[in-house]
């Protein structure tokens, strides 16, 4: 294992086989330096392992690490981390796009669908596997692992080991029955958790949480390019497949009325507990500035979980003089010429592209 040069690497994930007494199994995922095949320009290798336990399962055997897959990760931070066997007996690895600052662009990252950014991991099945929680068997007669048949790639255009895709760094996860569900942290607005389903699109970097990231303002000034005379809308809902962009289950923004919310997500688990009856059901989580939230899952589909998530404190009482982070009612809206274009346009979209609309928006 590297010595870390950013708190998002070292150990980062860890997951007993389900028949760890029998199989003395257990998987590691950790940030390793540069291991062939990585580009010299990138900053580490994203390795998952397997080690066995010693027969009283108390240690680990000397020797017995054996590398399940390796990844190259251009940046130092995005590397998710988080793995989790599923009911089905496979191993979910989360991988987050591999690079920060440039809103999943730049060296390392794709080419992807949409226009106004440049490229993403996120919506770039061919090219590598970043961006994506990955669903491999370790148990089949093949090495170093199996993908299973039924993952959503199999026979189609993309890499077979990816189960869902569009995350910028889910680093989080967990189950529940056969429920997976994901944090994936936002950039500097929106925080998100994903109810994950096969083949799911969850947006990234066309989206965070459920709004536009690339690029409202650059569509604002394509407004004005136009003479004005028509409205576009805010952010694509759709892949031009027409596989849609799934909104998250619940988004908080990170300040509210002057309150500060959060800075990133910490992906919790859903309450099957005794002690706390008021949080029954409820899926409880946090954020990386300490708040302990918890919100109110729904049956319905499509639209943010009904109810408040609010800050809690250790008894499962909301805390007082916070409101609601989660807002279950949103509005789809369109950007018009006028809609904030003074600002200038976002990091998204290419760099030739962005000069020419930010002339326009100035204009």
């Avoid at 240690?59 to 390796?70: A, K």
């Avoid at 961006?131 to 090495?143: E, M, N, Q, Y």
């Avoid at 709004?211 to 303002?217: A, E, G, I, Q, V």
Wanted: glycine residues 14%.
């Amino acid at each position: 294992m590297m010595e870390p040069v950013s708190w998002e690497q070292g150990l980062l994930g860890f997951a007993l086989h389900p028949e760890f007494t029998d199989t003395r199994r257990y998987y590691v995922r950790y940030s390793a330096p540069r291991r062939p095949g990585t580009p010299s320009g990138y900053s580490h290798t994203f390795v998952l392992a397997e080690f066995t336990a010693t027969a009283d399962l108390r240690d680990t055997v000397p020797g017995s690490e054996r590398t399940i897959l390796e990844i190259p990760q251009p940046g130092r931070n995005h590397n998710a981390g988080a793995v989790e066997f599923g009911p089905d007996g496979h191993l979910y690895v989360a991988v987050g796009d591999g690079n920060h600052g440039t809103g999943d662009g730049g060296r390392g990252h794709a080419n992807d669908w949409y226009l106004l950014n440049s490229g993403g991991n996120g919506q770039n099945l061919t090219d590598n596997l970043l961006g994506s929680v990955l669903r491999i068997d370790v148990d089949a007669d093949a090495d170093p692992y199996a993908v299973p048949p039924d993952n959503p790639l199999v026979g189609r255009s993309g890499l077979d080991e990816q189960y869902a895709w569009g995350f910028r760094n889910p680093y989080r996860m967990s189950f529940d029955g056969d429920d997976l569900y994901v944090g994936d942290v936002g950039v500097d607005r929106f925080e998100e958790i994903n109810r994950v389903r096969r083949g799911g699109n969850y947006g990234w970097n066309v989206r965070e949480g459920s709004r536009c990231f690339s690029n409202r303002l650059a569509m604002a000034a394509l407004a004005k390019l136009t003479g004005g005379e028509r409205s576009y809308p805010a952010c694509p809902t759709t892949t031009p497949a027409g596989d849609p962009l799934v909104d998250p289950v619940v988004c908080y923004p990170h300040r509210r009325e002057g309150t500060e919310l959060g800075a990133a997500v910490v992906a919790g688990y859903r309450y099957r507990g005794e002690a706390v009856p008021a949080l029954e059901g409820g899926y409880v989580f946090g954020d990386l500035l300490g708040s302990l939230f918890v919100a109110t899952p729904s049956d319905r589909s499509g639209d943010l979980w009904d109810g408040d998530a609010r800050p809690r404190d250790a008894r499962g009482g909301p805390v007082r003089g916070v409101g609601p982070v989660v807002r279950p009612r949103r509005r789809r809206r369109t950007v018009r010429p006028d809609d904030g274009v003074r600002a200038g346009v976002g990091a998204g979209v290419p760099v030739r592209l962005r000069r020419r609309l930010t002339a326009l928006a100035a204009d």
